[in-house]
């Protein structure tokens, strides 16, 4: 899995680092998403695509 994120995109919600902690994070400035790993592991999946489905900006893509 290969994850990616539109920063431009991001509407700082935070939704991303309640769903997967350990993938994403957000700047202390702004709130801005921040990518801490854009290959988690397996057991990490379904927690990724939850964050992605739930940003509000679509601001992540999960290519599997």
């Not at 509407?11 to 801490?36: K, M």
């Amino acid at each position: 899995m290969k994850v990616t994120v539109d920063q431009d995109k991001c509407v700082a919600s935070g939704q991303c680092v309640v769903a997967a902690g350990e993938v994403f994070d957000q700047r202390d400035e702004d709130g801005i998403v921040v990518l801490l790993n854009e290959n988690p592991s397996a057991d990490l999946i379904a927690d990724v695509q939850h964050a992605a489905s739930v940003c509000p900006a679509l601001a992540i893509t999960v290519d599997e």
